[in-house]
């Protein structure tokens, strides 16, 4: 079974940094995109920053300069790096990743973790 597994959430004051790392686990052929989501009370889920399988970023304009994605293939890993949090961006924080398992070869699934608060107090 698939999974994906997220940590690094927390309460950090304005200004402060915090990072994420989801892992993915299982029975994986291959995983191509992986992403940070983010949904705050009464509001749509958004997309926060993606990133290929070969590295290429790709960031919501909010996240621009302050926030870095980036993953290590080799142990099936996206991370979040975030900097200069403000108030607005606390949020749930989940994971996404369009992964190939083995159990389904040829077919990408999309899968999601279970979320982390992130909580930036001004």
């Known amino acids: 079974q698939v999974q994906l597994v997220e940590s690094g959430g927390g309460l950090v004051q304005a200004g402060g940094s915090l990072r994420l790392s989801c892992a993915a686990s299982g029975s994986i052929i291959s995983i191509n995109e992986m992403g940070w989501y983010r949904q705050a009370p009464g509001k749509q889920r958004e997309l926060v920053a993606a990133?290929?399988?070969?590295?290429?970023?790709n960031y919501v304009d909010s996240a621009k300069g302050r926030f870095t994605i980036s993953r290590d293939n080799a142990k099936n890993t996206a991370y979040l790096q975030m900097n200069s949090l403000k108030p607005e961006d606390t949020a749930v924080y989940y994971c996404?990743?369009?992964?190939?398992?083995?159990?389904?070869?040829?077919?990408?699934?999309?899968?999601w973790g279970q979320g982390t608060q992130v909580t930036v107090s001004s």
């Open positions: 990133i290929t399988r070969g590295g290429a970023p």
């Open positions: 996404n990743a369009q992964i190939m398992p083995m159990q389904i070869p040829r077919i990408t699934i999309n899968y």
